[in-house]
């Protein structure tokens, strides 16, 4: 085939990767979000939901011997960009649900074809992989599937067009002797989790920071993130053989420190990973007789690794091991290879300079923050809005970090405790909740986590923050995890405490242990004014608010009851609280209506 028709194929096979990684985006946070109905929906049944759709690619490579990959290949590339097209436009609700499924299952066979009509892995693949991380980083992490604007659309039609026109063109090349097409499921995984994750980097940014305070600048992640995707790739298409063991060992040790080591060693992680994950990819070229079935069985097991690693936090079991496991059947897998079947179709050097050139002028456009008014009123009152955001994602699955931010904006507060705080998880979208809204805010960020490093609750404030701690929470069967997050902010010249939480019960039963731990932890800071705020899972006459009583807190919203906050849209439940210590008293209690969370905003005003 001659170097024109291999440029085509692969530069398409690239656009086609990028439309794969958009359509992802959206049907792993639609499970959770509009399949899934807050924590009622068995997590087996989201996996089983998950898995249906993943096992319907195994139909590709039947019928790409059929009707010929050529034909199969036509028809997936239409109906995968017809449904990235639709999701620019249909936000929400099970229509979101069902056409990120169709475009998902679309892809896939589209991909099966692809690999069944002689395609190389590299450098197509990697360079849609980067691609994808580059564009979420320069959108800000709001991919062009949230967005309204015109100009959204455009740019989303225009990927849809140009992934079609390259497409109409490709020849097959049937007798050619590439293969590795098993390590595309896992490559997706692994980049979306760690390797080129602008979330992560923005997390990682964060915490070599002060402890707690996030410390992110916008930017700084963006280049960041374009330079990790560009490293990347540079590897995949151009690896060095010398280095195949140094890269699968570099990628495990990534996944390792990924999962063991804790937020401080992210950017380790992530510098380990980022290259090694592209020398693997660009390596894994063997002869397969049945490359269809080897993209689809890596595709499976994408889908059971996501499923393995975040239906933990449901059920409650060890999941370290999952993204650690990924990556050493990656490295063997790579290993096993013969090696890459070398084309060079792009010049470095000009994406290099044009791609970073874009990274660092779009985040320098947030590079603008103002400090706020860090002294504290001067008179003893405190606003606050206590929100569990959901991940950013509305009661209808759509993520709108602008909506959030009005509900909270609308308030005018001087303090916000957050619950549900997702800062880089693959499932969600790969979204950073916390930069995002404190940039929209004009807040400065505390984080701590719950669950993982990227997963917690966090407080965002204007004001000068004193003293910052945090302390988990005892798990007691609870498998998601709970902390408490303390700050001490500047009331009319006093120290005033807030913490934020999110307590977890334990199956069939409540979260005493944690109630007791919280209400130490708040007690421990002097005893002066404080509140604690955030989705306590509890009901305002049950015996965990008994709990907190006996150890002097009081209930703050208790002269206004019923204060119902869940679910947002139509509330009846009572399960997000605000409890006061050290004579402060509630005033001007009001429950938001908006339905950009599960959860209503409360927002309440501290007198003391």
């Given at each position: 085939?001659?170097?024109?028709?291999?440029?085509?194929r692969?530069?398409?096979?690239?656009?086609?990767?990028?439309l794969?990684?958009?359509?992802?985006?959206?049907?792993?946070?639609?499970?959770?979000?509009?399949?899934?109905?807050?924590?009622?929906?068995?997590?087996?049944?989201?996996?089983?939901?998950?898995?249906?759709?993943?096992?319907?690619?195994?139909?590709?490579?039947?019928?790409?011997?059929?009707?010929?990959?050529?034909?199969?290949?036509?028809?997936?590339?239409?109906?995968?960009?017809?449904?990235?097209?639709?999701?620019?436009?249909?936000?929400?609700?099970?229509?979101?649900?069902?056409?990120?499924?169709?475009?998902?299952?679309?892809?896939?066979?589209?991909?099966?074809?692809?690999?069944?009509?002689?395609?190389?892995?590299?450098?197509?693949?990697?360079?849609?992989?980067?691609?994808?991380?580059?564009?979420?980083?320069?959108?800000?992490?709001?991919?062009?599937?949230?967005?309204?604007?015109?100009?959204?659309?455009?740019?989303?039609?225009?990927?849809?067009?140009?992934f079609?026109?390259?497409?109409?063109?490709?020849?097959?090349?049937?007798?050619?002797?590439?293969?590795g097409?098993f390590?595309?499921?896992?490559?997706?995984?692994?980049?979306?989790?760690?390797?080129?994750?602008?979330?992560?980097?923005?997390?990682?940014?964060?915490?070599?920071?002060?402890?707690?305070?996030?410390?992110?600048?916008?930017?700084?992640?963006?280049?960041?993130?374009?330079?990790?995707?560009?490293?990347?790739?540079?590897?995949?298409?151009?690896?060095?053989?010398?280095?195949?063991?140094?890269?699968?060992l570099?990628?495990?040790?990534?996944?390792?420190?990924?999962?063991?080591?804790?937020?401080?060693?992210?950017?380790?992680?992530?510098?380990?990973?980022?290259?090694?994950?592209?020398?693997?990819?660009?390596?894994?070229a063997?002869?397969?007789?049945?490359?269809?079935?080897?993209?689809?069985?890596?595709?499976?097991?994408?889908?059971?690794?996501?499923?393995?690693?975040?239906?933990?936090?449901?059920?409650?079991?060890?999941?370290?091991?999952?993204?650690?496991?990924?990556?050493?059947?990656?490295?063997?897998?790579?290993?096993?290879?013969?090696?890459?079947?070398?084309?060079?179709?792009?010049?470095?050097?000009?994406?290099?300079?044009?791609?970073?050139?874009?990274?660092v002028?779009?985040?320098?456009?947030?590079?603008?923050?103002?400090?706020?008014?860090?002294?504290?009123?001067?008179?003893?009152?405190?606003?606050?809005?206590?929100?569990?955001?959901?991940?950013?994602?509305?009661?209808?699955?759509?993520?709108?970090?602008?909506?959030?931010?009005?509900?909270?904006?609308?308030?005018?507060?001087d303090?916000?405790?957050?619950?549900e705080?997702?800062?880089?998880?693959?499932?969600?979208?790969?979204?950073?909740?916390?930069?995002?809204?404190?940039?929209?805010?004009?807040?400065?960020?505390?984080?701590?986590?719950?669950?993982?490093?990227?997963?917690?609750?966090?407080?965002?404030?204007?004001?000068?923050?004193?003293?910052?701690?945090?302390?988990?929470?005892?798990?007691?069967?609870?498998?998601?995890?709970?902390?408490?997050?303390?700050?001490?902010?500047?009331?009319?010249?006093?120290?005033?405490?807030?913490?934020?939480?999110?307590?977890?019960?334990p199956?069939?039963g409540?979260?005493?242990?944690?109630?007791?731990?919280?209400?130490?932890?708040?007690?421990?800071?002097?005893?002066?004014?404080?509140?604690?705020?955030?989705?306590?899972?509890?009901?305002?006459?049950?015996?965990?608010?008994?709990?907190?009583?006996?150890?002097?807190?009081?209930?703050?919203?208790?002269?206004?009851?019923?204060?119902?906050?869940?679910?947002?849209?139509?509330?009846?439940?009572?399960?997000?609280?605000?409890?006061?210590?050290?004579?402060?008293?509630?005033?001007?209690?009001?429950?938001?209506?908006?339905?950009?969370?599960?959860?209503?905003?409360?927002?309440?005003?501290?007198?003391?």
């Open positions: 085939m001659e170097l024109r028709g291999v440029a085509r692969a530069f398409g096979l690239a656009v086609g990767v990028l794969f990684v958009d359509v992802l985006r959206v049907w792993l946070p639609s499970i959770i979000t509009i399949f899934g109905q807050a924590a009622s929906t068995p997590a087996w049944l989201l996996g089983a939901f998950g898995l249906v759709w993943l096992l319907g690619g195994f139909a590709a490579p039947p019928l790409c011997r059929w009707l010929g990959p050529r034909r199969v290949a036509v028809v997936a590339a239409v109906l995968l960009g017809a449904a990235r097209a639709a999701l620019l436009f249909v936000h929400g609700g099970r229509p979101q649900l069902y056409l990120a499924s169709a475009g998902l299952l679309a892809g896939i066979g589209w991909l099966a074809a692809t690999a069944d009509r002689g395609a190389r892995v590299s450098p197509g693949v990697p360079l849609g992989i980067a691609a994808a991380s580059i564009q979420h980083a320069v959108l800000g992490m709001v991919d062009l599937s949230w967005r309204t604007s015109w100009w959204a659309w455009l740019a989303g039609l225009a990927e849809v067009a140009a079609l026109w390259l497409s109409a063109g490709d020849q097959d090349d049937p007798e050619s002797p590439a293969g097409w390590i595309v499921g896992p490559a997706l995984l692994l980049a979306g989790m760690l390797a080129v994750s602008p979330a992560l980097n923005s997390v990682a940014l964060s915490y070599l920071g002060a402890p707690f305070e996030d410390t992110n600048r916008p930017f700084l992640y963006a280049p960041i993130s374009v330079a990790g995707a560009l490293l990347f790739l540079w590897s995949a298409v151009s690896p060095p053989e010398r280095l195949r063991l140094a890269a699968g570099g990628l495990v040790a990534g996944t390792v420190v990924f999962a063991y080591a804790g937020g401080r060693w992210l950017p380790v992680a992530i510098l380990l990973a980022a290259p090694s994950l592209g020398i693997c990819v660009g390596l894994a063997e002869r397969a007789k049945h490359r269809g079935y080897a993209l689809v069985g890596g595709v499976l097991v994408f889908g059971l690794a996501a499923i393995a690693y975040y239906a933990a936090y449901d059920i409650g079991y060890p999941n370290q091991w999952v993204p650690v496991a990924v990556g050493l059947a990656t490295a063997v897998y790579a290993w096993r290879a013969p090696g890459p079947a070398r084309v060079t179709v792009v010049r470095p050097a000009v994406v290099v300079t044009a791609v970073v050139l874009l990274g002028s779009t985040g320098l456009a947030g590079v603008a923050r103002t400090s706020g008014d860090r002294r504290g009123p001067d008179q003893p009152r405190l606003r606050l809005v206590a929100y569990n955001i959901r991940m950013g994602f509305g009661l209808n699955g759509r993520f709108d970090p602008d909506a959030t931010a009005r509900a909270i904006a609308v308030e005018r507060p303090v916000v405790a957050l619950s705080v997702d800062r880089a998880w693959l499932l969600n979208g790969g979204h950073d909740d916390l930069a995002l809204l404190a940039r929209r805010l004009d807040m400065h960020a505390y984080f701590a986590p719950a669950a993982d490093p990227v997963w917690g609750d966090a407080i965002l404030t204007r004001l000068r923050v004193g003293t910052v701690r945090s302390l988990v929470l005892p798990a007691a069967g609870a498998p998601t995890g709970a902390q408490a997050l303390g700050v001490t902010v500047p009331v009319a010249g006093r120290e005033w405490t807030v913490v934020a939480t999110h307590l977890q019960p199956p069939d409540a979260p005493d242990a944690q109630a007791r731990a919280l209400t130490a932890f708040a007690k421990g800071f002097g005893g002066g004014p404080t509140v604690i705020a955030g989705d306590l899972n509890i009901a305002p006459d049950g015996t965990t608010m008994g709990l907190f009583r006996d150890g002097g807190l009081a209930d703050g919203l208790a002269p206004f009851r019923p204060v119902p906050t869940f679910p947002a849209g139509n509330p009846v439940e009572e399960i997000d609280h605000i409890l006061v210590l050290g004579g402060l008293r509630v005033t001007d209690v009001r429950v938001g209506t908006t339905t950009a969370s599960d959860h209503a905003p409360v927002a309440v005003t501290l007198e003391g």
